[in-house]
């Protein structure tokens, strides 16, 4: 193993220092705001009609891991719910910036200069994070990933709730790690026009422009909502050294160009909504050290509609049919000179396009005075179909002869899934109980069967909640065609929470975990060819702190993650001599997400910070093909947008100017596994400005 010459130490006393003065800060800040708070707890109920929902922190409520809407601290779950105003207050750029202020998200490159996610230290992009827009499922049917940066417009998020662990029995597939849910706005959220514009420069130049416009209204019984959404950005103004040493400079280099257009429509219980997707980018870093002429096609595009009717059948139980489907080509990589052998990029071309089909039927409500019940059952088809360009080994349901090679393929594949689950949320004046089991039959894999169980209390200002979950990933369609013998992976979580409520707005809460992935599913490469592998196991254990206050002067949410992979198998995620720390992944993250309202509640100051410890990526193979690693210093990332709502006077207009990485710390997008990719620069300092206005239409 090799490392590069490491950071000063004075960094290290420098962070240090600044970690310990701003917690000290704050907890001055938070004793001062208990006396405050209890002023409010005082107040009459004439003066809490007035408050905002941002400052009910008892009033935050979530249905992402329990179809019964339940406050933060009752919901089964160890969960984080971002709302609109938070986003829109912090000048977030896109869902990069949003999700990195959860605890124990990080990000990683992928091939092609895509970006994914992991959590708690385990590379969560193979399939291993479930990402819903409405309850539509957004991960792509071919490998099941979810490519990140620039893609989606934040300006017609209501909220965001996040299951961090297994999400519940209701959720198979790709809710392994997480659950990440985005719920977009309704007509009566919006109530009118909504128009915006963002705007980014990077130190080296452009960095992206991106406008939004939307609609919503309740017409009586009928809501409509209507948003638009294009934009064009550069991943990155920096320097990209290749393995060669190669240097490309990423401006024009890599970019990408979202289109996203969402539709609504509700009627007392019906729920339509249909999308279009098309995330392009342009890039020339391919799979491991290749490096095109010229920027080529990484597209991921989908189409998708989806309806629901709540039926109620009586005061207590509701019955809820759904059909949806998903039409998608991803990681579209067709420009024709890649089928030139002289091409470096030749072989990469890829035209795949993958429809997924669902029906399913839940019936919930209160079957007893204590007992909420939820019972579901659900099936899809996925089909899949190769251009009539791809290369006969790129096909599916490949036949090889003696010597390994190719004799017959399909340019089709079709697969199904019959699932069903049952969950139970039992209260009583003991504990809390909230269990379930989901089984599934993927036609290409053995039937399954995952249990789920929470218990939770509230005593007084605590709250305890004790969790444990499975869940059941069969392969993806790619993951089958390359590997035909790939098996399923399961993942298994235990966690205990405490959470002490000091204050009627304040809240204090530690989580400790284990994660642990049996036959976990993993991209590699053998004899020089990509394939997918199943692993004996992999996994972390760790913990989280939250610390979140809400008053009349604004916010402070502070939290700091840390893991320790655990029994960790996979050749991909390991750096040599280091056991305890997976590849790409800090083991140390402490974020914090503010707001200060400066002088009335239109104009307010909003600051947040991430600081990762040391991380750790590949660095290539050294003479005796062994893998050698780099190490990447500690990292601080400041940021700040100072906002100012109806500028003017002018009711509905907003503005809002910032900065992201003011120091110039340069974050680096590492690959989280060893494939041949080196470290992806991310964005220098950038400068933000936001404008939006909102005609209202009443």
């Keep these: 193993m090799t490392y590069p010459s490491s950071s000063p130490l004075v960094l ?113 992009f193979e399939g291993k994070i479930l990402f819903l827009v409405d309850g539509i499922q957004m991960n792509e049917i071919l490998y099941a990933n ?48 909504m128009a915006s514009g963002y705007f980014g420069q990077m130190q080296g130049g452009f960095g992206r422009a991106n406008g939004t416009l939307a609609f919503g209204k309740k017409f009586g019984d009928i809501s409509v909502s209507a948003s638009a959404f294009v934009g064009k950005a ?68 989908t189409l998708g509609a989806d309806m629901a009717y709540d039926i109620k059948i009586n005061d207590k139980l509701t019955l809820t049919p759904r059909v949806s489907y998903l039409r998608q080509t991803p990681w579209q990589f067709n420009d024709l000179s890649s089928l030139d052998s002289t091409n470096p990029a030749f072989g990469a071309f890829f035209d795949k396009t993958a ?67 049952v969950q139970g949320l039992w209260t009583n004046n003991i504990v809390n109980i909230n269990a379930g089991i989901r089984v599934d039959k993927y036609s290409a894999v053995p039937i399954a069967a995952v249990p789920w169980i929470g218990l939770t209390k509230i005593i007084g200002d605590f709250n305890v909640k004790l969790l444990f979950g499975q869940n059941f990933r069969a392969p993806t369609i790619e993951n089958i065609r390359i590997n035909a013998g790939v098996r399923p992976e399961i993942t298994t979580a235990l966690e205990l929470q405490l959470g002490y409520q000091l204050s009627y707005n304040m809240l204090l809460s530690a989580n400790i975990f284990t994660v642990s992935i049996t036959d976990p599913i993993v991209f590699t490469t053998i004899n020089g060819l990509e394939s997918y592998f199943n692993y004996p196991r992999t996994g972390s254990n760790g913990f989280e702190l939250e610390y979140s206050v809400k008053d009349f002067w604004g916010f402070v949410n502070l ?17 040599t001599g280091l056991k305890n720390i997976l590849l790409g992944f800090a083991q140390h993250k402490a974020t914090l997400n503010a707001s200060f309202r400066l002088f009335d509640d239109n104009i307010s100051i909003n600051p947040s910070a991430t600081f990762l410890s040391e991380r750790f990526g590949y660095a290539g193979d050294d003479a005796n ?19 100012w709502r109806n500028i003017a006077s002018v009711q509905g207009l907003d503005v809002g100017i910032g900065m992201y990485d003011i120091f110039g710390a340069n974050y680096t997008f590492i690959q989280p596994y060893t494939a041949g990719n080196q470290p992806l620069p991310g964005a220098s300092r950038e400068f933000v400005l936001r404008a939006a206005y909102t005609f209202s239409w009443n």
């Design 12 to 124: 290290y006393i420098a962070l240090c220092r600044t970690l310990f003065f701003v917690f000290t800060f704050f907890c001055i800040v938070g004793s001062t705001m208990v006396s405050r708070a209890q002023d409010v707890e005082n107040l009459s109920m004439k003066d809490l009609e007035n408050l905002s929902f941002d400052q009910l922190l008892d009033l935050d409520v979530l249905q992402v891991a329990s179809r019964k809407p339940l406050s933060k601290k009752e919901i089964p779950g160890t969960v984080t719910l971002i709302k609109r105003d938070e986003m829109i207050r912090s000048g977030a750029r896109d869902l990069i910036d949003v999700l990195r202020l959860v605890p124990g998200f990080e990000f990683g490159q992928d091939v092609n200069g895509a970006i994914g996610m992991g959590t708690r230290g385990v590379w969560g």
């Design 146 to 193: 979810a490519p990140l940066g620039n893609n989606f417009p934040l300006d017609i998020i209501e909220r965001i709730e996040i299951i961090r662990g297994p999400g519940s029995s209701f959720y198979g597939g790709y809710a392994e790690l997480a659950v990440i849910n985005i719920i977009t706005r309704k007509g009566e959220d919006m109530n009118g026009v």
């Design 234 to 301: 550069n991943r990155s103004d920096r320097t990209f050294l290749a393995a060669d040493s190669t240097q490309l400079s990423m401006l024009g280099n890599q970019t990408l160009l979202p289109l996203n257009i969402n539709l609504g429509i509700q009627w007392q219980g019906l729920k339509v909504r249909a999308f279009y997707d098309r995330y392009n980018s342009m890039t020339r870093i391919g799979y491991g050290s290749i490096i095109t002429e010229k920027p080529v096609p990484n597209n991921f595009i």
């Design 355 to 421: 429809t997924r089909t669902l029906g399913s039927l839940t019936l919930s409500g209160d079957v007893l005075p204590n007992l909420f019940l939820t019972v579901g059952a659900e099936a899809f088809w996925d089909n899949a179909v190769a251009s009539n360009l791809t290369a006969l080994d790129a096909l599916f349901s490949r036949e090889f002869d003696a010597t390994g090679n190719v004799v017959h393929a399909s340019n089709t594949v079709s697969y199904n899934n019959i699932g069903g689950y």
């Design 559 to 575: 939290n700091y993650s840390f893991y320790a992979a655990d029994n960790n198998q996979v050749r991909e995620y390991t750096v």
């Design 625 to 643: 093909g062994n893998a050698t690693f780099q190490r990447f210093s500690p990292i601080l990332l400041v940021n700040a947008f100072l906002q």
